[in-house]
């Protein structure tokens, strides 16, 4: 006859096996909170971006639109962080803050277009624009 063996854990061995179970949840817990949270700054991105590219879109197809001399990303920036600082958007306050930071980067991105274009074009030795034309002839017969 075969003996049979009994599985005898004493209240150390049980007491162990507890302890790492809730370890273990707890990894499992922080991993999920990680996640939520990875997943939450993916959506928080994606409605700025998307934001600043639609206003980006409307500047292209329609030109500056302004309402009372103020451009519409500007006036809709402010419009959503007020909206959102006084609490109309009860649970998607912070989208409306991502929807105001996207609409006063759009507008940020536009004047600084403004401002690099009236700095004149652009001047760049690689190109060899930065040179007079005797510099560029002197270095080409140095190298030739």
């Excluded at 209240?11 to 096996?17: E, F, G, T």
Aim: glycine share 14%.
């Amino acid at each position: 006859m075969a003996a049979s063996k009994s599985l005898q854990l004493s209240k150390s061995d049980v007491h162990a096996l507890v302890k790492k179970a809730e370890t273990l949840q707890n990894r499992i817990a922080k991993v999920k909170d990680k996640a939520d949270n990875m997943v939450e700054q993916g959506v928080r991105t994606a409605i700025t971006t998307g934001t600043a590219f639609g206003f980006g879109v409307l500047q292209t197809r329609v030109g500056g639109v302004e309402l009372f001399g103020v451009p519409a990303e500007l006036l809709a920036g402010f419009g959503a962080h007020a909206a959102a600082f006084l609490g109309i958007g009860g649970k998607a306050t912070s989208m409306l803050h991502d929807v105001g930071n996207g609409a006063l980067a759009a507008w940020a991105v536009t004047m600084g277009r403004g401002v690099g274009s009236s700095m004149g074009s652009p001047k760049s030795a690689v190109k060899g624009e930065a040179m007079t034309d005797d510099e560029m002839e002197r270095l080409s017969k140095q190298q030739g």
